[in-house]
């Protein structure tokens, strides 16, 4: 559910406050997912993912690449395996990448996903 909805998403997908972001979410089994922000050193990035495969409760596949202005800097695919447990939900993440051109770095992007998990762990205490 905190894929689901642009709503959710943005509770934890590193919304900045100073209204620069764009965020458009379809999440369907080839949805769309854009997002455009402003980074505090000034870089502009982009997400722009497609869903490959959502398995409710479960499984979700996408694909997706960065840019960092006009460039892209990766192109991914990103799984998502949630499995039930005693007292909640396991989450195991995998990821594979290949960075672009010298712009990103694989241990980057380790530091970026944990970000983000790490704020969708806190949202979903909250």
């Known amino acids: 559910a905190a894929w689901a909805s642009i709503e959710a998403k943005r509770?934890?997908?590193?919304?900045?406050?100073?209204g620069t972001k764009e965020h458009t979410l379809d999440f369907r089994v080839g949805g769309r997912?854009?997002?455009?922000?402003?980074?505090?050193?000034?870089?502009?990035?982009?997400?722009?993912a497609r869903y490959e495969d959502i398995v409710p409760d479960q499984r979700l596949v996408y694909s997706y690449d960065m840019h960092l202005g006009d460039d892209r800097?990766?192109?991914?695919?990103?799984?998502?395996?949630?499995?039930?447990?005693?007292?909640?939900?396991?989450?195991?993440y995998t990821e594979q990448g290949a960075f672009l051109d010298g712009f990103d770095k694989?241990?980057?992007?380790?530091?970026?996903?944990?970000?983000?998990?790490?704020?969708?762990g806190r949202h979903l205490k909250a």
Not at 33 to 48: I, K, M, Q, W
Not at 106 to 120: I, K, Q, S
């Open 11 to 18: 509770q934890w997908f590193g919304a900045p406050d100073d």
């Open 33 to 48: 997912e854009f997002s455009r922000g402003v980074a505090p050193n000034g870089n502009v990035y982009t997400y722009d």
């Open 106 to 120: 694989p241990e980057f992007r380790e530091h970026g996903t944990g970000e983000l998990l790490d704020a969708l």
């Open 73 to 92: 800097i990766s192109v991914s695919l990103g799984t998502v395996e949630l499995r039930a447990v005693k007292d909640g939900t396991e989450l195991t």
